[in-house]
């Protein structure tokens, strides 16, 4: 265990933070051993995965855990179907390319999404009309009051957009230890609806596409976007995409005729990406921090020098112009801490 540890490795943004305690484990039981000595009862608790959703905005004064459990394993359902169980600590994009590389499917629009695989349930992260709820199957956690592993199926992790059991009733109460996806192995469903995979596909000059190649074109498109946190610090999108009701969104509509929106019953998605963009802000740097260039849902730590207080100060100016201009409460889709 070390003490005063610096957390600016272990967050995508890249900010420096403090944890009061650190520690990395490697298996369940070194996880459970250090829990039960750890007077954990007490000491505030911070599991760390990829980093890639967290912003601090002060020091941690607890015990920072680094779950660094590995390994993939399969079981072949029938002759189409393998289930495959990744333990928490894997990196979400390498665990895609390892079932790419075995030919199995369902994941591939998922491709290039930071983090580890532990924390995808958390948000049921999602991209390019794909989430993990779409072919998540169970996982193993940690109950941190019992330390018994249980596990939790489909229904139970109770998956919404971007949210789960996790982030609501389950806050801080599981450590999960390992996911497993139900993929296919042959006849594999391709989804080339969304946004620009069609045409980067075209691009690509490919007609009949494989889930690999679904996957190079998710790739390429995010790549063309997105910053590399391990260029430029940032934690993705930073706020959700809101949802609102039919008739809100009308009334935006004859003021705003250009507004964008996914309708869904009797509410509307609204891509904040866009709202933000109307308030001036795509690009825009205030001191270390920025709205990225290419989307402008994304901020990030455009010197490396940013402070955690400094980028949520940030992302309150956001907030406040969007709510002036348009009556909508951007919610963040980033943990804060
Ligand atoms: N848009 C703008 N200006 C911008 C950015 C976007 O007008 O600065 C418009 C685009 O033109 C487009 C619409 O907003 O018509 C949607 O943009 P995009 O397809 O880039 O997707 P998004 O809604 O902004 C969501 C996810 C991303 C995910 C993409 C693709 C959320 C909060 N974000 O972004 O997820 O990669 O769809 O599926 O739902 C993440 O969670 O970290 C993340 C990157």
Not at 70 to 97: C, D, P, R, Y
Not at 185 to 214: F, M, R
Not at 308 to 337: P, Q, T, W
């Amino acid at each position: 265990m070390q003490e005063n540890f610096s957390l600016k490795p272990f967050n995508t943004f890249g900010v420096e933070a403090k944890a009061k305690y650190f520690v990395e484990v490697n298996t369940v039981e070194e996880l459970i051993e250090t829990l039960k000595r750890s007077n954990s009862k007490t000491l505030p608790l911070l599991f760390l995965g990829g980093g890639s959703n967290i912003l601090f905005t002060k020091d941690f004064d607890g015990l920072a855990i680094q779950l660094n459990l590995k390994g993939i394993s399969e079981e072949f359902l029938n002759e189409n179907q393998v289930l495959v169980t990744a333990k928490a600590g894997e990196n979400w994009h390498e665990f895609v390319m390892f079932c790419l590389n075995k030919n199995y499917g369902g994941l591939e629009n998922l491709s290039l999404i930071p983090g580890n695989v532990g924390t995808s349930p958390m948000q049921n992260i999602g991209a390019y009309g794909t989430e993990i709820k779409d072919h998540f199957v169970s996982c193993k956690v940690l109950n941190l009051q019992t330390l018994e592993v249980e596990t939790f199926d489909l229904a139970k992790c109770r998956f919404g957009y971007r949210d789960s059991i996790f982030k609501q009733e389950g806050k801080n109460q599981y450590v999960i230890l390992e996911v497993s996806f139900k993929l296919t192995t042959q006849n594999h469903t391709i989804k080339t609806e969304y946004g620009a995979i069609q045409s980067e596909l075209e691009n690509l000059d490919i007609t009949n596409p494989t889930i690999q190649d679904v996957s190079k074109a998710v790739i390429n498109i995010r790549q063309s976007k997105l910053p590399d946190p391990k260029k430029i610090g940032n934690a993705g999108s930073f706020f959700k995409n809101p949802t609102i009701p039919l008739a809100q969104f009308e009334d935006l509509k004859l003021k705003f005729e250009n507004i964008q929106g996914y309708p869904n019953g009797n509410f509307v998605k609204v891509p904040t990406g866009w709202l933000i963009e109307q308030c001036g802000w795509k690009g825009k740097q205030i001191g270390n921090v920025a709205s990225h260039q290419l989307q402008s849902l994304v901020i990030i730590n455009a010197t490396g020098n940013a402070s955690g207080k400094e980028i949520f100060d940030f992302s309150a100016l956001i907030i406040d112009s969007v709510k002036e201009k348009f009556g909508i409460e951007l919610e963040r889709e980033v943990n804060i801490l």
